[in-house]
């Protein structure tokens, strides 16, 4: 795969956002890394932290918003996205501000987003299946099977939040219209891809989970029951669409 280089960067408007939730941690380390890349716009969305985040954040060279309360990831990414799209970008990178995303793999990302503007990339992780919780591998196995049903375009790793949108897709898509609802936005919207014509790419990226990291928001049986009651929704209002599943299964 090409990465891009600097020029093919600067013909296309990239922007960063970071949704962050108590990562004083790690955010000042994972900022620093995307800095040294230059891009266009760096949006640290903050959720309502309680620890010293916002302070680190303010000190840092980014534009920070910053969410009424803790409102949950699906509504920070919403919230940065409308912000990314007013200043002009043509392609918005999300990644999450933990350490579970190398900000050194934004390029490989970027590569094929920036030859084919339809398209949307994810940094897809369940090859690496040893590097897994094991509950949530499975967890993620089962939400992939019925996200790529209801997408009807066969999707690696659907609960992946590092990832490529094409600003066209947001904006065709009306963003504020998709749910907010915690992790269901990331799902909802790889469906609202395919039905919008986009293709959806996986781009193979570690898996990492380091021992000693905060323990994740994502609720494996909760926010899985959440995006399957969506996506159950969405076949229901499609007559079940088998020919989705057809699709998927190839």
Same mark, same amino acid.
């Given at each position: 795969?090409?990465?891009?280089?600097?020029?093919?960067?600067?013909?296309?408007?990239?922007?960063?956002?970071?949704?962050?939730?108590?990562?004083?941690?790690?955010?000042?380390?994972?900022?620093?890394r995307v800095?040294?890349?230059?891009?266009?716009?760096?949006?640290?969305?903050?959720?309502?932290?309680?620890?010293?985040?916002?302070?680190?954040?303010?000190?840092?060279?980014?534009?920070?918003?910053?969410?009424?309360?803790?409102?949950?990831?699906?509504?920070?990414?919403?919230?940065?996205?409308?912000?990314?799209?007013?200043?002009?970008?043509?392609?918005?990178?999300?990644?999450?501000?933990?350490?579970?995303?190398?900000?050194?793999?934004?390029?490989?990302?970027?590569?094929?987003?920036?030859?084919?503007?339809?398209?949307?990339?994810?940094?897809?992780?369940?090859?690496?299946?040893?590097?897994?919780?094991?509950?949530?591998?499975?967890?993620?196995?089962?939400?992939?099977?019925?996200?790529?049903? /209801? +997408?009807?375009?066969a999707i690696?790793?659907?609960? !992946?939040? #590092? $990832?490529?949108?094409?600003?066209?897709?947001?904006?065709?898509?009306?963003?504020?219209?998709?749910?907010?609802?915690?992790?269901?936005?990331?799902?909802?919207?790889?469906?609202?891809?395919?039905?919008?014509?986009?293709a959806i790419?996986?781009?193979?990226? /570690? +898996?990492?989970?380091?021992?000693?990291?905060?323990? !994740?928001? #994502? $609720?494996?049986?909760?926010?899985?029951?959440?995006?399957?009651?969506?996506?159950?929704?969405?076949?229901?209002?499609?007559?079940?669409?088998?020919?989705?599943?057809?699709?998927?299964?190839?």
């Open positions: 795969m090409n990465i891009p280089t600097s020029d093919s960067v600067n013909t296309v408007r990239v922007a960063v956002i970071i949704p962050v939730y108590n990562e004083s941690a790690s955010i000042a380390d994972i900022i620093e800095l040294q890349q230059h891009y266009d716009q760096l949006i640290v969305v903050d959720d309502g932290s309680t620890d010293d985040t916002v302070n680190i954040v303010s000190a840092m060279p980014v534009t920070l918003l910053q969410n009424d309360g803790n409102c949950g990831k699906g509504v920070s990414l919403i919230h940065g996205m409308r912000y990314a799209l007013e200043q002009g970008a043509d392609l918005i990178v999300t990644l999450d501000g933990d350490g579970q995303h190398l900000p050194e793999d934004i390029p490989r990302l970027l590569a094929p987003a920036i030859e084919n503007l339809q398209l949307l990339v994810i940094g897809s992780r369940l090859h690496d299946k040893k590097a897994f919780p094991k509950k949530r591998y499975y967890a993620n196995c089962i939400a992939n099977f019925w996200i790529s049903w /209801a +997408a009807g375009h690696g790793d659907s609960q !992946s939040g #590092f $990832r490529v949108y094409p600003a066209s897709l947001l904006q065709q898509a009306r963003i504020k219209k998709i749910s907010g609802n915690s992790f269901v936005f990331e799902s909802e919207v790889l469906i609202e891809a395919a039905r919008h014509g986009y790419l996986d781009v193979p990226i /570690a +898996a990492i989970y380091e021992q000693h990291a905060r323990p !994740s928001h #994502f $609720r494996p049986v909760l926010d899985i029951s959440k995006i399957v009651l969506m996506v159950a929704w969405k076949l229901f209002t499609r007559g079940m669409y088998l020919q989705g599943l057809y699709r998927a299964l190839r």
